[in-house]
């Protein structure tokens, strides 16, 4: 259903964990915290800034560790999220010191979960409980994330039925947030709403974000119908960071430069400044080897002058 548009979106930024991830190349330390500080100073206060995964899946994320020593602990009002797949992941993150939020992720595609975490879906949802335990005593906050919710490489359509299920499941479990994951950027405006129905009857907007790929170049009217249906809540990487140029179908995030030029064009706050958010994604850029997609990103500034 239409209603009013947010007064104000949170953005989650990405880049660092999503952005990188998908990056061939891999990204030295220090040029990752320096990544992360011009994304604190362009005003974000959510960043994703890490996976404490197994380190030979994800070999771009395994100097997760060294990345926290260097940053230290977030200013007043920012904080750090890292995924966290299991108890192993939880301790390791734990042991920083400077995360803030943790993320658990499982899938909406069985096929997806076995690919992603070699666990059904039932099971990454167990291995949740002592993370969730264990995050709760610390004092951390809690994303829960549903991946393929709009389309599965493995298994085509997933039927939004199937996504309430991992949300109700994320949602008993205690996370704050749940964010629905458009991991290949199948989804149209019409998927949004489709699953949107379906999620919004199990649990309130305030507690749902949304994460779209932009392989389509859908993501920007993606969020749109999400704003109309009164979702507060984005997932975005600078600059478009991620997907491998050399992969044809693998593409990264809503760029943040994107999600900002549309919320300043609707007049939603957000509390990013475009101008140092484009500084930021020219720090990782050379980093990373090539250019940058992200459309605003490319683009003049504008108004000229600005
Ligand atoms: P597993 O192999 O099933 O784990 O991995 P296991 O419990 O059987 O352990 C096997 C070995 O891994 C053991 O070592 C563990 O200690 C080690 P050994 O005893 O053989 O020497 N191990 C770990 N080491 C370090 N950190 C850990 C850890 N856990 C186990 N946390 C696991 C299961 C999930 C860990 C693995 O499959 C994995 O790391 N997968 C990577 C998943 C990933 O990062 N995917 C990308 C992020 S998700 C995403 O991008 C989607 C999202 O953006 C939303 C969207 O777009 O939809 C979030
Ligand atoms: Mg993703």
């Known amino acids: 259903m239409s209603r009013a548009l947010p007064a104000r979106v949170r953005i989650t930024e990405v880049g660092p964990r999503d952005g990188l991830q998908n990056e061939p190349q891999r990204v030295p330390t220090a040029t990752k915290a320096a990544f992360v500080r011009a994304l604190v100073a362009a005003g974000l206060t959510e960043i994703e800034i890490t996976s404490f995964v197994r380190p030979d899946r994800v070999p771009q994320l395994a100097d997760a560790e060294e990345l926290c020593a260097a940053l230290g602990p977030p200013p007043a009002g920012v904080r750090y999220v890292a995924l966290v797949p ?81 949300v109700e499941a994320l949602d008993a479990l205690g996370c704050e947030d749940i964010s629905i994951g458009d991991t290949i950027g199948a989804g149209t405006p ?73 919320l300043d064009g609707l007049g939603v706050a957000h509390g990013v400044g475009l101008d140092p958010l484009r500084q930021a994604s020219a720090s990782i850029e050379n980093a990373v080897g090539h250019a940058l997609v992200g459309r605003v990103y490319r683009a003049p500034a504008w108004p000229l002058g600005e």
């Open 190 to 262: 019409g998927d949004v709403a489709r699953v949107l129905d379906a999620v919004l009857a199990v649990v309130p907007a305030e507690r749902i974000a949304l994460h779209f790929h932009d392989t389509r170049g859908m993501a920007v009217a993606n969020v749109l119908e999400g704003l109309r249906r009164g979702i507060a809540s984005y997932d975005a990487s600078a600059g478009g960071l991620g997907g491998c140029p050399y992969a044809p179908g693998a593409a990264g995030n809503l760029a943040t430069e994107d999600l900002v030029y549309l």
């Open 86 to 166: 299991n108890e192993r992941g939880l301790e390791r993150a734990l042991a920083t010191g400077v995360i803030g939020k943790v993320a658990v992720f499982t899938a909406a595609s069985e096929t997806f979960a076995q690919r992603n975490v070699n666990a059904s879906i039932d099971e990454s949802i167990a291995r949740f409980r002592p993370v969730v335990e264990g995050a709760r005593a610390a004092g951390l906050a809690l994303r829960g994330y549903v991946s393929a919710a709009m389309g599965c490489p493995y298994e085509g359509h997933v039927d939004a039925a199937h996504v309430v299920a991992v």
